[in-house]
């Protein structure tokens, strides 16, 4: 909760025009994602209840190759960020090193 609190005052302050949707779980995601029909950026944890660490990324891709992924990795995980993106994310960010500009170009860019 304390994430999706800072992720959502972040993106405010961005550049970037978005409408954000918290999705607790992987399983919650995937519902979501089904029947938005419109470019979407998913900002994910990798420690979610119901799915950790890469396995978040592969499951979300094949289940939504057409959504852009950012992944949102502690400081100590920075090599799974990477890992993440070799797996189908488009970039990964490190929670303690979040601000605004960098969330907002990082979701311009993967939507693009």
Same mark, same amino acid.
């Given at each position: +909760?304390?994430?999706?609190?800072? %992720?959502?005052?972040?993106?405010? /302050? ?8 918290? !999705?607790?779980?992987? +399983?919650? +995601?995937? =519902? ?8 979407? !950026?998913?900002? #994910?944890?990798?420690? &979610? ?5 890469? $396995?978040?990324?592969?499951? #979300?891709?094949?289940?939504?190759? /057409?959504? +852009? ?21 488009? $970039? ?14 990082? %979701? =311009?860019?993967? &939507?693009?």
């Amino acid at each position: +909760a304390g994430d999706a609190l800072l %992720v959502e005052e972040m993106l405010a /302050d961005s550049e970037v025009d978005s409408t954000l949707t918290w !999705c607790k779980t992987l +399983a919650e +995601a995937r =519902r979501f994602l089904r029947t938005n029909s419109t470019p979407v !950026c998913v900002l #994910l944890d990798l420690h &979610l209840p119901d799915v950790h660490g890469l $396995d978040a990324v592969r499951q #979300l891709v094949d289940s939504a190759p /057409d959504a +852009a992924v950012v992944v949102l990795t502690g400081l100590a995980e920075a090599e799974t960020g990477l890992s993440a993106v070799a797996h189908g994310a488009q $970039d990964y960010l490190v929670k303690d090193r979040i601000d605004p500009e960098s969330l907002g170009r990082a %979701v =311009r860019y993967a &939507l693009q």
